[in-house]
């Protein structure tokens, strides 16, 4: 093929085509966008940032931004945006939206494939050339799309890309030079490097993560991080099986309380009856090893005294001891002190209280694990069972 160049004027007018005169100097749109190409490069404009961008509007809608692109010399642009609806289907399917370039047909459009092969996009050989933009994944009975079934891949060179300059087939030393030329005189300390940048203020993402080397947002990370809750409360004796109530990690926290002492029962009725203390408090970290052969656990809960000490509580082989009784009118209970813990002792006209609930007075009666008083017995013990869940 002879060698081809331009842009000249015409010497003489060879043809008349469509009442137009061609010249012998007129060029074809292949030269045109050979010239184009060779230093505009492929891709999706970066400006505006949202060009063609994929995003989930309700149900199985998405919507596509307006954008524009170049493809072998050829522009193309989309003012409105486009929405597109997918079919609901009891079988799980990938749509993959291309930029699709093709020359027989003499246009650039925005086409959507259904479950292409390993390696089949993007298709680029004889007249078609693909900019892959996205692909949606849908599941299978799933009715409404979300940003995490969308892959966008406008920033994958390989696959689309992006139109950052227009010297991008020139040549690397150009390119550098102007490059170069920009961030001149500090510019180049305002980005982040690839690697080695050390962040002064908040760095904002666009959304989750949505594949495993993704940086993931605050939200995220606190959307999943484990909770502590209560899983089991025991008022009374029962037995713990940990298959019934699974924990993040299979740990747990054991919160056990002895039951309240008594109050002094005094023989003519004095109305300064001293009470009993509260009972002992204890929190046990427990792990429970996967595949262990102890599948359950006793839990035994203290009952309250009435005129002696209260009853221990107790998982497994943790244990804690109900309050002191009152010993005599003028020595209320003392308090019960379980791994630097001291329970309230008893006062002169109450029992003494514990975290999870008061003593008894001449009125009330006594809340879990605390004291008792005269005729009124201290509160049962307690056991709480709490786990982590995601």
């Not at 203290?302 to 221990?312: E, I, P, Q, V």
């Not at 009784?325 to 020595?331: F, G, L, T, V, W």
């Not at 999870?356 to 009330?364: F, I, L, M, P, V």
Request: aromatic share 10%; proline share 6%; net charge negative.
């Amino acid at each position: 093929m002879a060698m081809r160049s331009g842009f000249f004027d015409s010497t003489e007018v060879v043809e008349t085509v469509g009442g137009f005169p061609r010249g012998n100097k007129a060029e074809t749109a292949d030269f045109f966008a050979a010239y184009f190409a060779s230093f505009v490069g492929n891709g999706v404009h970066i400006n505006p940032p949202d060009s063609f961008k994929v995003s989930p509007v309700s149900g199985l809608t998405v919507r596509i931004a307006p954008g524009r692109c170049f493809i072998n010399g050829y522009f193309g642009w989309d003012s409105e945006s486009e929405e597109h609806t997918f079919e609901p289907d009891v079988v799980a399917h990938s749509y993959w939206l291309v930029l699709r370039l093709d020359l027989d047909g003499g246009s650039i459009k925005k086409v959507w494939l259904t479950d292409p092969a390993p390696g089949e996009l993007p298709v680029r050989e004889g007249d078609i050339y693909d900019l892959v933009v996205a692909r949606v994944d849908v599941g299978a009975g799933v009715s409404a799309i979300t940003e995490m079934m969308i892959t966008d891949y406008r920033d994958n060179a390989e696959l689309c890309g992006r139109v950052k300059s227009l010297v991008d087939g020139i040549g690397q030393n150009v390119a550098y030079a102007d490059v170069a030329g920009t961030l001149a005189e500090g510019a180049m300390a305002q980005l982040v490097q690839r690697a080695g940048s050390i962040m002064t203020g908040p760095l904002t993402l666009h959304g989750d993560p949505a594949s495993p080397l993704h940086a993931a947002t605050k939200q995220y990370v606190d959307s999943r991080a484990p909770r502590l809750v209560e899983l089991r409360r025991y008022t009374s004796s029962g037995t713990f099986r940990p298959s019934e109530y699974p924990s993040v990690g299979n740990r747990y926290l054991i919160m056990l309380l002895g039951a309240g002492g008594g109050g002094y029962q005094d023989s003519d009725g004095k109305w300064w009856s001293p009470g009993g203390s509260a009972g002992g408090l204890l929190f046990v970290d427990f792990y429970y090893p996967p595949n262990s052969p102890i599948t359950s656990f006793p839990v035994i809960v203290g009952a309250g005294a009435s005129g002696s000490n209260g009853g221990s509580t107790s998982f497994w082989g943790f244990s804690v001891p109900g309050g002191n009784k009152a010993s005599d009118i003028n020595k209320p209970g003392t308090g019960v002190s379980v791994a630097g813990f001291t329970s309230e002792s008893g006062q002169q006209n109450s029992g003494g209280n514990s975290l999870y609930g008061a003593g008894a007075t001449d009125t009330t009666s006594a809340g879990y694990g605390g004291g008792g008083k005269r005729d009124k017995p201290g509160g049962n013990g307690l056991c709480i069972i709490y786990g982590y869940v995601a």
